[in-house]
């Protein structure tokens, strides 16, 4: 509450102008220093944060390059999960040779693009549900603290506001340096309770989507793979990106042996979530051949 009696809106909004200002990421020897210039007031810097709870059954997606001959003939279940310490690269919520499993919530659309996937590209598309009850730290505008007054609850919005907007720093923009800042960052400001699987943050290519990052042990602990797929990128460059999927199978296929892969050997092109379903369709009534 002191915090908020001392904190000047106009000041701050200043202050968030200047930092906007700055040569990034030149000028971010310190970062955390730089963030707390901004929000800090009467001697006070404060970072506001929220989480958010997942139900059982809510999907994720993932999306990584892999030739259509190692999918329908090598994938096994290591394939599925987030790559070795030493193949790890820096991302926006891990600095290098740390492995996250970096995921899409809802349409699988999202994850083509986060993973800049471009035409003719092989892809192997992995679909997961959770297992069990998740809790993601949120990166991004906090819930308010109900015991506020409702002029101190806008006053947290606009300082969360401003967290999320460092932390959504496009590498396209800034160059591969904003990663080194983003992790910096995430580390001071966002570490996770024991009890936390990860985070979960706005998407910096796709309006209103967001993305979710899992730590290697809590990733394999709560979310189930189900399905894979794997085709060919077609165009990624419009408002309606199209895929042609040759391969699909159920991620028991790869324990037990038990269910073929459904060989597509589909020519035409679909956008992404249609390709999906149609091949899901496929897949459901070749299962059901094969268990009949």
Known sequence: MFYYKKFNKSKFRKRVREFWELNIPDDFDNPLARISEVVRFGGTALYPFSWDEFEPGTTFWRVRRMELQDIRDSLSANDLWMPPRKFAAAGRMNR??????????????????????AEGDPFLLIRYEISNTVELKRVGVSNHDPELPRTYQMFEREVS??????????????????????????????????????????????PNARNAAFTPVFAQATLTPTTVFGGISGTQGDMSPEISIRYAAPVTYLHAKRVPIADMQVKHWLPIESAVREASAVLESLIDWVFD
């Open 96 to 117: 290098h040779g740390e492995p996250l499993l970096y995921t899409t919530m809802g349409s699988p659309s999202g994850s083509f693009a986060e993973a800049r996937v």
């Open 161 to 206: 506001a401003f967290l999320n907007d460092v932390m959504s720093i496009r590498e396209d923009r800034f160059g591969p340096g904003v990663y080194a800042i983003t992790a910096d960052l995430l580390e001071a400001l966002f570490s996770l309770e024991l009890q936390q699987a990860g985070w979960v943050y706005n998407s910096t290519l796709i």
